[in-house]
């Protein structure tokens, strides 16, 4: 599990990279002290993501930690009681689940945003988190990734390959669950706030 978790983390760093350059070529970034997608509710992230990132809050500051965690916590015990999320089954199974979540948790921020509009946890972000802004488009103009509504240009696949980093994290998805003696890869996703306040590798 650690050299998978080592081999997730270069893979998150080289997402950096090439979203750096191609952002730069093109002339797009994020607004300044906007933090928008942050502070609207939750987006689903990869199991990888979440046992990613909660070994990586072993390493954050106990301070920060404990108060990212606390507030997790009490996000989670909101949703509960909303009959979106449940402990007992942290994994989302299908699109409808997780647009459900999204809706019914629009008022809430990330547990990792601090008070002045900055990201606590921003060197160990999941990878949605990293190359989240501009619309990626493939060919004919395809959408591979639906960006921000205050971005006015795009970047194109050719200059940002999500096709090979979308291969590249779904094989690595396939050796985490053949480790764990799983066939197939199971089609589930979880929140941040489950992935730092749970432990959720009985779930593989």
């Known amino acids: 599990m650690n050299q998978l978790l080592l081999k ?7 997402a950096d990279r090439r979203f750096r350059h191609a952002t730069r070529k093109h002339s797009v970034g994020c607004r300044e002290e906007c933090y928008e997608c942050c502070a609207t509710g939750f987006f689903d992230i990869t199991l990888l993501d979440a046992l ?11 301070r920060i930690r404990e108060r990212i965690i606390a507030r997790a916590n009490e996000q989670l015990d909101i949703l509960e009681k909303k009959n979106v999320f449940s402990r007992k089954a942290p994994l989302l199974r299908s699109v409808p689940a997780i647009n459900a979540l999204a809706r ?3 008022d809430m921020s ?3 945003l601090g008070d002045n509009g900055l990201c606590l946890i921003y060197k160990h972000r999941p990878h949605v988190c990293r190359i989240f802004g501009p619309t ?14 205050h971005f006015r ?4 696949d050719e200059d940002f390959g999500m096709v090979e980093q979308f291969v590249e994290e779904i094989n690595m998805k396939k050796e985490l669950f053949e480790k ?3 066939k197939g890869i199971p089609d589930v996703d979880t929140i941040i ?12």
Do not use: E, N, Q, T
Not at 52 to 62: F, G, I, N
Not at 136 to 149: D, Q, T
């Open 104 to 106: 019914k948790s629009s």
């Open 193 to 204: 706030p489950a992935a730092v306040a749970l432990d959720l590798r009985k779930w593989i």
């Open 52 to 62: 990613y990132l909660h070994d990586a809050l072993k390493r954050v500051p106990a």
């Open 8 to 14: 997730y983390k270069a893979f998150l760093k080289a």
């Open 153 to 156: 240009a795009d970047i194109p």
């Open 136 to 149: 990626i488009r493939g060919m004919h103009r395809k959408v591979w990734l639906k960006g921000c509504r």
């Open 110 to 112: 990330c547990p990792a």
């Open 180 to 182: 764990a003696g799983r």
